[in-house]
């Protein structure tokens, strides 16, 4: 029984980390305090992965801007710094894994 109760809270907590990182956009104007593009490399010599992202930062807190996958939104990247801009985000904030939420639309 413990088992199955384990089984099903585990479930429960992927669900519950897809739908709020997959569902949850929100819209608000925010100011940009800096733009710093990231380059991270993973893997050995043989096979590597780069991943190239982007690290906001506003007046009300930090946000991403992905190159690739389901939140991807490359074009936002064009963003300067001290201006203020509506921004359309997606995901969930947890800062002390490195998990932010991402910009996928910018409204001016």
Partial sequence: MKKVSAILAITFLVIALIYSNFMNKTMQQHKIL???KIESTEGSSDEFQT???YQV???KGAYHI???GFNAAP???GIKKDSTYT????GVNIPFIGIYPCIIEIKE
């Fill in 66 to 68: 992905r190159t690739a």
């Fill in 87 to 90: 921004l359309v985000t997606r």
């Fill in 51 to 53: 991943r190239v992202y």
């Fill in 75 to 77: 074009q936002c990247a």
């Fill in 34 to 36: 800096s733009i710093d």
């Fill in 57 to 59: 930062s506003t007046d």
